[in-house]
């Protein structure tokens, strides 16, 4: 099993680009999502979802678009891209919200830069 | 106030040590608590899951929840070089995981 892919490992924009962080998972988890990790600030919660076809913001989600076709993926789109965007991105999934004993599993993360 | 405070360290410890790390959280709601360590450049692993209050263990990792007073502490005992890296402790929230901002962990051989 691969656990969560995410794809690329490292990326450098321009401001005002766009791009797609890619997030795989192959657990057949329901919930997945998206954090951002900044240095002092932890780890925030940008979007999620509990299932395909369902998505719903998190804690900063100003900047950043999802959608969930599938169970297996949940791509991140950053619409015009900020310096405020530096951040290392990860994406998680967990089997299913519903569930007592669920954690989340993580992907190796996203470093991206925008100058 | 922040749903979950961490101290973020970082901390320096000599092989063999005890190691204590804390975090402290606001809503007493809160029923799953969890530990997770990420060493420089990786993603989180869990390490540690517990629910409502009680200690829970695992060869030198132990858990300990204590509800009435919002504390989550996480020990490890004999502690050792490939114990160095940023301890996060995380609650279960509504949808999300919430996260402590992360101690870093440095255990000198």
């Known amino acids: 099993n691969a656990g969560v892919t995410q794809t690329p490992k490292f990326q450098v924009l321009k401001t005002g680009q766009s791009m797609t962080l890619q997030c795989a998972q192959d657990m057949n988890h329901e919930y997945m999502s998206w954090y951002r990790q900044d240095p002092g600030m932890g780890l925030r919660l940008i979007h999620y979802s509990v299932g395909a076809g369902i998505t719903d913001q998190g804690e900063v989600p100003n900047g950043y678009n999802v959608s969930r076709s599938t169970t297996e993926d949940f791509p991140l789109r950053l619409l015009s891209a900020a310096p405020s965007q530096t951040s290392v991105y990860f994406c998680?999934?967990?089997?299913?919200?519903?569930?007592?004993?669920?954690?989340?599993?993580f992907g190796q993360g996203t470093r991206l830069t925008v100058v | 106030q922040k749903e979950v405070e961490q101290d973020p360290g970082p901390l320096s410890v000599p092989e063999g040590a005890i190691v204590s790390l804390n975090c402290t959280y606001s809503n007493s709601a809160f029923q799953y608590f969890m530990w997770y360590r990420q060493y420089s450049r990786k993603g989180p692993e869990l390490l540690m899951y517990?629910?409502?209050?009680g200690n829970k263990e695992d060869g030198r990792f132990t858990a300990q929840v204590d509800k009435s007073s919002k504390y989550i502490s996480l020990f490890i005992r004999d502690s050792q070089p490939s114990d160095s890296a940023t301890y996060l402790c995380a609650i279960r929230g509504t949808y999300k995981y919430i996260f402590g901002t992360g101690t870093r962990l440095k255990v000198l051989a």
């Open positions: 998680a999934s967990s089997y299913s919200w519903g569930a007592a004993n669920t954690e989340a599993f």
């Open positions: 517990t629910y409502s209050s």
